[in-house]
């Protein structure tokens, strides 16, 4: 599906919307992505592949962290990109562990200081902050987790000022939302 068969339009309180700008069949894929970022939970991790997501019980481990694990080589090396900057920041907080949203921004981070394929229709600037309806006390939560961030990235960020003007941290946390497969 090319987006030029979909327009994204404003949705007042509810962020961005996208359209059908010609009538689609039933069941017609119109738009696929993969995910701008995404992290496996603490909890799935030595049984999930990072890159493919897949279950799997006997997963490669990454030799450097050895805490990423892959399907194969194929997925090691196509995942090695984006992992090689998480795995010397997990690395150089052994033995901690960050939480699932601390490496899932970090993700974000490093996605947004880097030159990256620009999304034909969504960009993570386009994402709707919820900031304005947080209690002050998950407020004070987000900027305890901004703290964490900055610990767990300082190997591979050493200064805030190495980050893009446009990158808030807080508005980072505020527009993330963490999922999971339960």
């Given at each position: 599906?090319?987006?030029?068969?979909?327009?994204?339009?404003?949705?007042?309180?509810?962020?961005?919307?996208?359209?059908?700008?010609?009538?689609?069949?039933?069941?017609?894929?119109?738009?696929?992505?993969?995910?701008?970022?995404?992290?496996?939970?603490?909890?799935?991790?030595?049984?999930?592949?990072?890159?493919?997501?897949?279950?799997?019980?006997?997963?490669?481990?990454?030799?450097?962290?050895?805490?990423?694990?892959?399907?194969?080589?194929?997925?090691?090396?196509?995942?090695?990109?984006?992992?090689?900057?998480?795995?010397?920041?997990?690395?150089?907080?052994?033995?901690?562990?960050?939480?699932?949203?601390?490496?899932?921004?970090?993700?974000?981070?490093?996605?947004?200081?880097?030159?990256c394929p620009s999304e034909?229709?969504?960009?993570?600037?386009?994402?709707?902050?919820?900031?304005?309806?947080?209690?002050?006390?998950?407020?004070?939560?987000?900027?305890?987790?901004?703290?964490?961030?900055?610990?767990?990235?300082?190997?591979?960020?050493?200064?805030?000022?190495?980050?893009?003007?446009?990158?808030?941290?807080?508005?980072?946390?505020?527009?993330?939302?963490?999922?999971?497969?339960?």
């Amino acid at each position: 599906m090319e987006p030029a068969r979909l327009e994204k339009f404003p949705s007042p309180g509810r962020g961005s919307g996208l359209r059908a700008l010609k009538r689609a069949q039933p069941g017609e894929l119109l738009y696929r992505a993969e995910p701008f970022a995404c992290t496996v939970t603490k909890q799935r991790l030595g049984g999930v592949c990072e890159r493919c997501l897949r279950r799997n019980e006997r997963l490669l481990r990454c030799s450097q962290c050895k805490i990423a694990r892959y399907c194969d080589t194929r997925c090691q090396k196509e995942a090695w990109q984006e992992h090689k900057r998480e795995c010397k920041c997990l690395k150089s907080i052994e033995p901690n562990f960050p939480p699932d949203s601390v490496r899932l921004v970090g993700r974000i981070v490093f996605k947004l200081v880097t030159a990256c394929p620009s999304e034909k229709l969504y960009s993570f600037s386009d994402l709707q902050s919820n900031i304005e309806e947080l209690s002050e006390e998950m407020k004070e939560g987000l900027r305890h987790l901004a703290q964490t961030l900055q610990l767990y990235l300082r190997v591979e960020i050493q200064d805030a000022f190495q980050l893009v003007p446009a990158i808030d941290i807080f508005q980072i946390f505020a527009k993330v939302s963490v999922k999971t497969d339960s």
